[in-house]
């Protein structure tokens, strides 16, 4: 069964930095050959991608956190992270990982909680 973790979240002032790691358990294999995203979702809003990361490195990111975010991958470790520096209130969400490959399994997260106070 693979299981993904995320945590790292908090509450932290406007212009500070946090990182969130999620961690993997359950197939090494899947996770390596997997790619991997992490998601918000606001109060009232829909979930959107912030980032992404596929087995071979290439990285996507929503054009409100390009410059600011970065995500990356421990194969080694089972685990993503996403750096996130200078916030803002309006990065305030639940972030949630997600796992997906080509064969169309799926997995997500619990989420965990960022607060930006200004």
């Known amino acids: 069964q693979v299981q993904l973790v995320e945590s790292g979240g908090g509450l932290v002032q406007a212009g500070g930095s946090l990182r969130l790691s999620c961690a993997t358990s359950?197939?090494?294999?899947?996770?390596?050959?997997?790619?991997m995203g992490w998601y918000r979702q606001a109060p009232g809003k829909e979930r959107e991608l912030v980032a992404g990361i596929t087995s071979g490195g290439t990285t996507n990111y929503a054009d409100s956190v390009k410059g600011r975010f970065t995500i990356s991958r421990d194969n080694a470790k089972n685990t993503v992270y996403l750096q996130m520096n200078s916030l803002q209130p309006e990065d305030t969400a639940v972030y949630y990982c997600?796992?997906?490959?080509?064969?169309?399994?799926?997995?997500w997260g619990q989420g965990t909680q960022v607060t930006v106070s200004s």
């Open positions: 359950g197939s090494r294999s899947i996770f390596s050959t997997s790619t």
């Open positions: 997600n796992l997906r490959n080509t064969y169309g399994f799926v997995r």
